[in-house]
């Protein structure tokens, strides 16, 4: 059975938020057996730092990749033509 | 037993075989038949590991995951197959092993089965296979790992191979079949996400390392004939001892954490972009040099370029297109290289039940 409820708790926060704390990790505990599923928090979703650099190293694969296959035509289009 | 300590004492356990396997064969222990024994029974024990432990992994998983496990103990089983007729010409008939034998039936029976394990994995229907791009992805990859083998492999194989002989179709026979098999490997690679990811590692490793000794023992059939108890055979142990840890820690389930989520998507990237540009940079090394490549070269060289270009300007129009949708520049860059969505990603879905199904 599903129950549709959904919770929303900090699991850290301001000093004083030792309530919020400890509904966040029960409910870590929880889910960590299979009795809830967290969602993620809504909005965009979001990358970490190291997502930010792999990112940039795709960005990277990507000119060079790009910038081989033209110079590549350009061999290709030589060799064709002599 | 602790699953983490399981997980430890089988990698301990494969890397303290390989490593004795290879000191073995290095020193020579016990002279030329010391070697033969220790080179045919080694090889034989890692690969019956690993069908075992495959099919064990299968049984304790339900729908696709379990068919994976058994048509990848197939897989091994066929090479064990293999392994025990290469043995008994070896140690018990005392013969040179002929090319072809009947070794090669368990062997090359092993290639289409474990092509249909890596098929029937769970990340090959990830949010991967959507888009148009993703099917230049693929073929993109596919071109360059096939150009890649025909430059240094298949193509002076096909030059020296005498293509009317059955001796000559099986030698051909590996090295085509490891371009399907590590195609398929960059593909899993390229929609796996971080659920299961360390079993999935060593599993890719292991397949990846039998391939590559399987296409260096047909070059070097070929070229100057095999001779069993070489350093190649610890490839072909090594792979087997790899696919069996895989199995071992193929139950690990949980919540991912964001660093496995992360290096799930640079792999994703690495596996999707890397091929491609290594290819490319051989036919510029190439052309650069004055080399003149053969003809089928050349073609497989137009096709790569052409799909390479294709592929970039797809991806250009995917990230544009998707300036529409929520997050920045940089996290619409990371969902498009990953190829799906970042959602995909961050969501391994609710945890497995003991018997497979998801809670």
Sequence with gaps: MTLGIRISYASSGPPGSRLATAAGASLDRAAAVGLVRLSPPAGPPRVTRTERTHAWIGLSLVVATTAISLYDTYLLATLALR | ?359
């Design chain 2, 1 to 359: 037993m602790d699953r983490e300590r399981r997980y430890v004492r089988s990698v301990v356990g494969a890397v303290v075989a390989t490593a004795a396997y290879t000191a073995w064969l290095a020193v020579g222990v016990g002279g030329d038949t010391g070697v033969l024994y220790v080179s045919d029974l080694g090889s034989l024990l890692s690969a019956f590991a690993a069908t075992v432990l495959c099919v064990r992994a299968g049984t304790g998983q339900a729908g696709r995951l379990r068919r994976f496990w058994w048509l990848l103990g197939a897989a091994c089983g066929a090479w064990a197959v293999g392994e025990a007729t290469w043995s008994v010409y070896d140690l018990v008939l005392r013969k040179e092993v002929p090319v072809p034998s009947f070794a090669d039936v368990g062997y090359l029976a092993g290639i289409p089965l474990a092509v249909a394990a890596l098929l029937a994995h769970p990340a090959m229907r990830s949010s991967g296979t959507r888009s148009a791009r993703a099917l230049v992805d693929g073929l993109a990859v596919a071109t360059a790992v096939l150009f890649l083998s025909w430059t240094f492999v298949l193509g002076p194989l096909w030059e020296s191979s005498d293509l009317t002989t059955a001796g000559g179709l099986v030698g051909l026979a590996y090295p085509f079949g490891d371009v399907v098999i590590v195609f398929f490997i960059l593909l899993v690679v390229r929609r796996m996400t971080s659920d299961g990811r360390r079993a999935l590692w060593w599993l890719l490793g292991g397949l990846l390392a039998t391939a590559l000794a399987d296409s260096v023992y047909a070059y070097v059939t070929e070229v100057s004939g095999y001779v069993g108890g070489t350093l190649l055979d610890t490839g072909w142990v090594a792979g087997y001892l790899a696919i069996a840890v895989g199995a071992v820690c193929s139950d690990s389930r949980g919540r991912v954490s964001s660093r496995a989520r992360s290096c799930a998507g640079l792999a994703s990237i690495l596996a999707g972009f890397l091929p491609p540009l290594a290819g490319l940079t051989v036919v510029g090394i190439q052309l650069q040099l004055g080399q003149r490549p053969d003809r089928i070269a050349v073609i497989m060289a137009c096709v790569l370029v052409v799909v390479a270009l294709v592929r970039q300007a797809l991806l250009a129009l995917e990230l544009m297109g998707s300036r529409e949708r929520e997050g920045s520049p940089i996290t619409r860059l990371y969902a498009t290289l990953i190829g799906g969505t970042l959602e995909d990603r961050a969501e391994p879905g609710p945890p497995l039940s003991p018997d497979g199904s998801r809670l």
